[in-house]
């Protein structure tokens, strides 16, 4: 049994079908990615396991435990977060804030501030610039923030939708850095992903999504040298 | 001199009705901040805090009708947004502003059929209604009561935005709905405790501005309810500090233009004002701009 397992899952915006029937797993403890052209789904896919959007058909198991349609705060209480494409911190709200709403549903106060610790060291950045509004940050910091915030929750699974998107290479790589740690720490992470090739390069298995399908799927190296994937999403041909 | 002292009276009562017209504004700021609504039957709620009072001091004590009508006016607020605005949460806004006026027609009418239309007479409440002499003016306890109150709730509510968890989930849903969602915040809890804040609020300002007009009517809810309605555009709607400082400025105006002897214009000034920062500065004195929520 792995820790989240996606079956079938149809999700209807009006009348266009976004996803048509979508599987797939995620094992406790891995890296998975989901890659795919603009419009293939994978945002839908995410916000669907965060209970932002209904399915209208299939279902999702985390831990053997059928969490289909849940509203969102139940299931950031049992350990699954997001953090949302384009970053989204609460401008409005200064860094420390911003990780303290993170943690809205931990009661235990010095739980929140060990975790607080944790994402300082993770992020000295942040520590710095704890007093001023996220909505200040630059990108880079804004992405930092967005990670940290969903860090504050203690999840067992965090899913990201494109933390790399517009940031400059340098800081990609530390995004990158960071989410490799973040899983050597044990969290499972489920990472979607433009830019194919890094995303490919820290995960353990990666699925390909078309137009609201999953099309191929395997290890993040079989993906890498595959040359339909090579084509299609690394932009080498060969 | 001589001129402040004969005029000392517009201008104390000026302060007083500012402060009414604030307590009843951040009921629509705060609504406007969270969900970008302006609640039309806010002014509505406040005529009925008036005929709650009414009908309850009737039979009870002050020390029971007068809780009585702030709590049953919350209840009434929360209900108004359970029933007619949540299930149009994800329509589009102006479904929900159609809804927010036939809520005010609703308790309008509603009004009408209780009394059949007769303006009742507010009860007294003692020592509030007092008159005391400030130095050479006599006036109500009332007036000098009330601006102070509304400063005192408001200090308290600032505190509550911004030192408390529920006012960070506040200041978060006010910004971004699905975000907050995704960090465990209720919002249907959280847009439930804005309208309790502005009912409350809305309640006390029905008591002290009853207590000095003495009568309560259907409609009598319009003139305030739109007097803090502009206060909330001038300060900037969303803004707290913005919509108080707009209706005092909006109440003292008003009666320094009835001190001058131009009593038929106090109430066009409000509405010039209106035209006027709609002109020239939509976003009112302290109003970000309009940060559509994705
Ligand atoms: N809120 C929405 N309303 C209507 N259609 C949407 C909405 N969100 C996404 N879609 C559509 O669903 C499809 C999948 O979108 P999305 O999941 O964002 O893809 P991806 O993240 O892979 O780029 C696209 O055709 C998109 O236009
Ligand atoms: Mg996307």
Same mark, same amino acid.
Do not use: D, Y
């Given at each position: 049994m792995s820790l989240i397992e996606v079956r079938d899952m149809k999700v209807r915006y009006g009348g266009i079908e976004a996803l048509k029937g979508v599987s797939f797993d995620v094992e406790e403890g891995s890296i998975v990615t989901l890659i795919g052209a603009n419009g293939a789904g994978k945002s839908t896919t995410l916000k669907t396991i965060a209970g932002l959007v209904k399915p209208v058909e299939g279902t999702i198991t985390y831990n053997g435990e059928d969490i289909t349609g849940l509203e969102p705060q139940k299931l950031v209480s049992k350990g699954i977060v997001l953090v949302p494409e384009g970053r989204r911190?609460?401008?409005? *709200?200064s860094v420390y804030e911003n990780l303290r709403i993170g943690a809205y549903?931990?009661?235990d106060k010095a739980q929140i501030e060990a975790q607080l610790e944790h994402v300082y060291d993770l992020f000295p950045r942040l520590k710095e610039r704890s007093?001023?509004? @996220?909505?200040? *940050?630059?990108g880079g910091e804004q992405q930092m923030l967005a990670v940290g915030r969903a860090l504050m929750a203690q999840p067992k699974v965090i899913m990201m939708d494109?933390?790399? *998107?517009? *940031? @400059?290479p340098i800081i990609v790589r530390g995004i990158f850095d960071i989410i490799k740690k973040i899983n050597e720490e044990g969290t499972t992470v489920l990472l979607i992903e433009q830019n194919a090739n890094a995303a490919l390069r820290v995960a353990h298995h990666g699925y390909v999504m078309e137009t609201g399908n999953v099309t191929m799927e395997g290890t993040g190296q079989a993906l890498l040298n595959d040359t339909r994937v090579r084509e299609a999403y690394l932009g080498k041909a060969k | 001199m001589d001129f402040i002292v004969a005029n000392l009276p517009y201008l104390l009562t000026g302060i007083s009705v500012g402060g009414q017209y604030a307590l009843i504004a951040i009921g629509y700021t705060m609504v406007y901040g969270i969900?970008?609504? #302006?609640?039309?039957?806010h002014g509505d709620l406040f005529m009925i805090a008036g005929f709650i009072m009414v009908y309850a001091s009737a039979s009870l004590p002050l020390y029971i009708s007068l809780p009585l009508v702030i709590i049953l006016t919350v209840v009434l607020g929360v209900l108004i947004e359970r029933v007619a605005y949540k299930p149009l !949460?994800?329509? %589009? !806004?102006m479904s929900v502003m159609i809804s927010a006026i036939g809520v005010s027609y609703l308790l309008q009418n509603f009004a009408w059929y209780v009394t059949g239309g007769l303006a009742k007479i507010y009860p007294e409440i003692p020592w509030i209604s007092d008159s005391v002499q400030i130095g050479p003016v006599s006036t109500s306890r009332i007036t000098i009561i009330t601006p102070i109150l509304t400063i005192v709730l408001i200090i308290a509510l600032v505190v509550l935005i911004k030192r408390t968890k529920i006012g960070m989930a506040m200041r978060a849903v006010s910004r971004d709905f699905e975000t907050s969602q995704l960090m465990g915040i209720n919002i249907n809890r959280v847009i439930s405790t804005t309208f309790i804040i502005g009912s409350f609020l809305a309640a006390i300002g029905s008591i002290l501005y009853f207590s000095r007009y003495t009568t309560v009517t %259907?409609? #009598?809810?319009a003139m305030p309810g739109l007097k803090a309605f502009v206060a909330a555009v001038f300060g900037g709607i969303g803004s707290i500090p913005g919509a108080v400082i707009g209706a005092f400025i909006i109440g003292i105006c008003e009666n320094i233009i009835k001190a001058l002897g131009y009593t038929t214009f106090s109430d066009a000034f409000t509405f010039a004002l209106l035209i006027v920062i709609l002109i020239f500065k939509p976003t009112g004195l302290f109003g970000e701009k309009e940060s559509e929520k994705v």
């Open positions: 911190v609460f401008g409005n *709200l549903l931990i009661k007093w001023q509004l @996220a909505g200040t *940050l630059s494109e933390p790399s *998107l517009g *940031l @400059a | 969900l970008r609504l #302006i609640n039309f039957a !949460r994800s329509a %589009p !806004r %259907p409609t #009598i809810g």
